[in-house]
């Protein structure tokens, strides 16, 4: 079972920045395609980056500009800059494979305005 353990979420205020770090159990290169999702209260998660094994990103056009998603294959990791943040950015956010895998703990990034 691959694992995804994810860090950084914090409250910060309207404006800041934050880095959200995701460390994977396995070879991210074997699973190929990996994303940043975000979950509200209710709903279910959705994408809101990803980023192919060759390195190729997409990203929602609420974030487009805002955040950016890396991988570093050498540490198994999958990382989310996320600056000019907005209230609206407000989420539990998780990463994980598209399609999605089992799922981890997520981070809490609250943003106050």
């Known amino acids: 079972q691959v694992q995804f353990v994810e860090s950084g979420g914090a409250l910060v205020q309207s404006g800041g920045s934050l880095r959200l770090s995701c460390a994977v159990s396995?070879?991210?290169?074997?699973?190929?395609?990996m994303g940043w999702w975000r979950q509200d209260p209710g709903k279910q998660p959705e994408v809101v980056a990803s980023?192919?094994?060759?390195?190729?990103?997409y990203y929602t056009d609420f974030v487009k500009g805002r955040f950016t998603i890396s991988r570093d294959s050498t540490k198994n990791t999958i990382y989310l800059q996320m600056n000019n943040l907005k209230p609206a950015d407000t989420a539990r956010y998780y990463c994980?494979?598209?399609?999605?895998?089992?799922w981890g703990q997520g981070t809490q990034v609250t943003v106050a305005s």
């Open positions: 994980n494979s598209i399609p999605s895998r089992r």
């Open positions: 980023i192919t094994s060759h390195g190729n990103d």
């Open positions: 396995v070879g991210t290169g074997i699973i190929g395609v």
